[in-house]
């Protein structure tokens, strides 16, 4: 008999059509926004907008996600999940048409390129505040109509989602580019994809009926990091007093999670960059070599944490220190290549070991505390993938105006230190009760 572990489109609790309605609103969203990172670094340049100022328009929405989210994962029982999955994908496609438009008008020479850039981080900033609402409210929705292994591998699949729209956003980004849009197209197609999904949530959607409460979880913008791979939501967290930053089983973790995501975003921000620069291809070429090195990234993040990590079975201490080695093998690789293919098989290398990394760390955390401290530990290490992405981009976007292998270099000397310091100091980790 099948069951939702042979499948994970189909669990018993949720018919199979509305589970796979919540799993296109979390695919869109990231689909999206991976999309319009992939774009980023040739429209910026297509436009003559210094570096940095790309970095700090993502940068921006970070901090307006983070800031956000969890006042949404608070109203996701009070207001209703399919309220605010409506809310965020209004978020969606008012960002996607507001920043695809005016870096239309921009590229047309209709505006000012500083013109541009406000309005394009103030659309950033929309989706930052109110696309940060659908992902607690899916969560919330899946997790109060699911018990036990099923609501586990619920909302493993929903987790999926964001890293099927790694993939999916820059493998299509290339091909939604046409005239007279040209770079700005993919994003007003996007938003008329956003548009398809909320208008399906409207109608084919139900109302909330759930069984048992359940709060959504704290969850990271697509391009920081995702959902919290899967981590069914406790009811037992009420019981609990509140989790403190400098709680001893804790912190540490969040050092890790802090070093090693500002490492990540740093690699993040520049690549685009280092591709244009370094094939001196047209824009249009460069694009397609850019979708390609972030498709190979994520599909390798993808294997570590849906291929290796389950086979291996690799302790939270293991996971960083072997994450920490490969990642600072693969940046170092990245930044000292002169091909294509160089770029692709080191940017690869850094992203299985931050698949690796990162799993490594949010379970460290989670294993460090209770099962009624659950969501509380969630909470901080979304908050903590969040912070990296706030000044770590645009610093490496600095680090790499003085010298283009510099922030490859940075960070792999980062990771290679963080991983000597995990062996060296951090003891094996014993599992809270």
Known sequence: MATSRDNPMRVSSLPRGRFALLFAIMLVAASGNTAMQSLMPSIGRELGVPDLWVAVAFSLSA???????????????????????????????????????????????????????????????????????????????????????????ALAAIASSFGLGTIIGPALAPLFIFHPMGLSGPLIVFAFIGAAVLAAVVTRLPDDTPKSPARGQIVGEPSIGGVNNGAALTRDDRAAGPLRWRDPRVFAWHMIGAIGGHGHAALLGVIGFLIIDRLALPLDRAQQSIALVLMAGAGATLLAQWGLIPRLALDPRALVVWGALLSAAGTVITGLSETIYGITMGFALASLGFGFFR???????SLAVTPGEQNAVAGMVTSVNGVAFIAAPAVGVGLYGLWMPLPFLVTGVLMLGLALWISLRFHPLVPAG
């Open 359 to 365: 799993p490594g760390f949010t379970s460290g955390a």
């Open 63 to 153: 901090v307006v996600w983070v800031l956000t989210a969890p006042h949404w994962a608070r109203l996701s029982d009070r207001r209703g999940r399919r309220a605010l999955m409506r809310l965020g994908l209004y978020g969606f496609i008012v960002s996607m048409l507001v920043c695809g438009s005016v870096l239309a008008a921009g590229l047309a020479g209709l505006l000012p390129p500083t013109i541009v850039f406000i309005v394009f981080v103030l659309g950033r900033a929309v989706y930052g505040g109110w696309g940060s609402a659908s992902p607690p409210a899916v969560q919330a929705y899946v997790a109060a109509r699911t018990e036990g292994e099923e609501r586990t591998n």
